[in-house]
């Protein structure tokens, strides 16, 4: 089956640490994408990737970093800099500008 | 800097109602815009994409058109059922700056109740 994976599903981070959150994709898409959802809020683009080795900051992208080493993987590290991190992350792909596809999410939690 | 709105942002009917959700943008210039499904604590699913050039797609009992000159699109479900229960966001892409980076809306939570 073709699809977006993402893991963990459930994340616990103590304060000072840095978490990756794991995106893989067998869709063979170059475009992906990482998003933050909050409650009550739409999702906001932390960073996104059009192809290997190349990616963009999105609109907040200061306390979280990626890469973009192989098409199919695109992990996202939240470190110690983010101070709010608890939310939920969704990880997203697509060729070029064409239907996006979501994985199921990893919720975060500060402990 | 596109600005996606969606209304209402709470909906709650009887099942068998036919619903219409909205969305609207403040950009026409765009390249797509695609409906999505998240279920509580889930990831999105995708509904329906309608490109530039197009007015309307329809899935079973979904049918979402398109007006870009008015920034507005709509998302009709006909007949609903307890398992339409669900946020329903739309999400535009730009046709230019070169990213083509999709804007989300905050979503239409639905409820449809027996």
């Known amino acids: 089956d073709g699809g977006i994976t993402q893991s963990p599903k459930y994340l616990f981070r103590k304060e000072g640490q840095n978490v990756t959150l794991s995106c893989e994709q067998n869709l063979n898409h170059d475009a992906m994408y990482w998003y933050r959802q909050d409650p009550g809020q739409g999702l906001r683009l932390i960073y996104y990737s059009q192809i290997v080795n190349d990616f963009q900051k999105g609109d907040i992208a200061e306390g979280y970093s990626v890469s973009r080493e192989k098409k199919e993987s695109f992990p996202l590290t939240v470190t110690s800099a983010q101070k709010n991190p608890t939310a939920f992350y969704l990880c997203a792909s697509s060729i070029y500008a064409t239907e996006a596809f979501f994985g199921q999410g990893t919720r975060l939690t500060v402990v | ?114």
Do not use: M
């Not at chain 2, 050039?53 to 979904?62: D, F, I, K, M, V």
């Not at chain 2, 229960?85 to 990213?99: E, K, N, Q």
């Open chain 2, 1 to 114: 800097k596109q600005e996606v709105t969606q209304i209402p942002a709470a909906l709650s009917v009887p099942e068998g109602e036919n619903l219409v959700l909205n969305c609207s943008f403040t950009d026409s210039a765009i390249y797509n815009l695609q409906w999505f499904r998240q279920d509580p604590g889930k990831g999105l699913t995708s509904l329906l994409l309608i490109q530039s050039s197009q007015r309307e797609q329809t899935s079973g009992r979904l049918n979402a058109s398109l007006d870009k000159s008015s920034g507005r699109s709509t998302l009709y479900i006909a007949a609903s059922q307890p398992g339409d229960s669900a946020t329903y966001l739309c999400a535009v892409r730009p046709h230019s700056g070169g990213s083509y980076i999709p804007t989300f809306g905050r979503g239409t939570s639905l409820i449809v109740h027996p």
